[in-house]
C-alpha cells in the first residue's frame, strides 16, 4: 500500500526491463528515470565459433503491457527525468533526488 519507486535508465537491459514493465503494472509503483535500453531479446541459442569463442542471440519476443515490442525501443519510465553529464559533474543524481521527493 505503500508507494515505491523503481528508477531506471539507459544502461538498464533484460531483467531490469522485465521488472520495470512488471512494476508499472502496480498501482502504487512509479518507474522513474530515462527509457531502458531496449536491449533484452533473451535466450536464445548460442554457438560455439571454429576460434573457440561463442556467439549468442536472442530469439524470445518480449513485450510491453500495450503490445509493442521492448527490444531496440526499451521501456518508457512513468516520470521522465533526464540525467545529464552536467549533473553529474555537479555530483547530482536528478532521478534520484525526484524518486525521494515521490516517496516524501
Known amino acids: 500500500t505503500n508507494p ?6 539507459g544502461a538498464s537491459f533484460s531483467e531490469a526491463e522485465r521488472f520495470a514493465e ?12 530515462e527509457t531502458t535500453g531496449g536491449g533484452s531479446a533473451g535466450g536464445g541459442d548460442r554457438f560455439l565459433l571454429p576460434n573457440g569463442q561463442v556467439f549468442s542471440f536472442g ?15 526499451g521501456v518508457e519510465p512513468d516520470v521522465v ?8 559533474a555537479a555530483g547530482r543524481d536528478r ?7 515521490l516517496l516524501g
Open 4 to 9: 515505491v519507486v523503481v528508477l531506471v535508465n
Open 81 to 88: 527525468v533526464p540525467q545529464t553529464p552536467a549533473h553529474v
Open 59 to 73: 530469439t524470445y519476443d518480449y513485450r510491453r503491457y500495450d503490445g509493442l515490442p521492448w527490444e531496440s525501443v
Open 95 to 101: 532521478q534520484l533526488e525526484v524518486a525521494l521527493r
Open 22 to 33: 512488471i512494476m508499472k503494472q502496480v498501482p502504487t509503483v512509479q518507474v522513474v528515470g
